[in-house]
């Protein structure tokens, strides 16, 4: 994984799918966590952003995934355990296999190493807690073109 631990904070570099499908998209989280996140994860050293998605779709989720375009490039500010976070996340649109909705499942559970994760679909216009929250507002309308959206935006 792509992380960098300095006095003043850590850096990482993630990836992420957006996947929507009929209103709903597919979130995730730790249990027991409270809030949601794009699913994906960090890349790898020499690993391109793509497959890094495929991989981790399938390793977390059993889920084999077609990466589509590069939707937001993001700079993503944020405390979590007393550790400061400097993120650059890559977002791109994904299309899951039509059986990741067998029977209308709107939750399932996967696996990230020995802790369990829950992915849910979620209704674009009853989004739960949801990190980086800026993109809550967004999911909805996807950009034509790609974004690079810093957040929280830098002080004026």
Request: net charge negative; aromatic share 10%; glycine share 8%.
């Given at each position: ?58 390793e977390e989720a059993g889920l084999h ?92």
């Amino acid at each position: 994984m792509i992380i960098l631990d300095t006095p003043s904070g850590r850096f990482t570099y993630r990836v992420a799918g957006i996947a929507i499908v009929d209103g709903h998209v597919l979130l995730h989280k730790a249990v027991g966590q409270d809030y949601w996140i794009l699913p994906g994860g960090r890349a790898e050293l020499m690993e391109q952003a793509s497959a890094t998605l495929r991989r981790e779709m399938l390793e977390e989720a059993g889920l084999h995934v077609n990466v589509g375009r590069l939707v937001w490039v993001t700079e993503n500010f944020f405390a979590e355990n007393n550790i400061r976070y400097h993120e650059i996340g890559l977002y791109f649109e994904m299309n899951t296999p039509t059986d990741s909705l067998t029977g209308r499942r709107l939750s399932f559970l996967g696996q990230e190493g020995a802790e369990s994760i829950e992915f849910r679909w979620c209704p674009l216009d009853d989004l739960p807690m949801f990190q980086p929250q800026f993109l809550a507002g967004r999911l909805a309308r996807l950009p034509t073109a790609t974004e690079h959206v810093v957040d929280p935006p830098p002080l004026s």
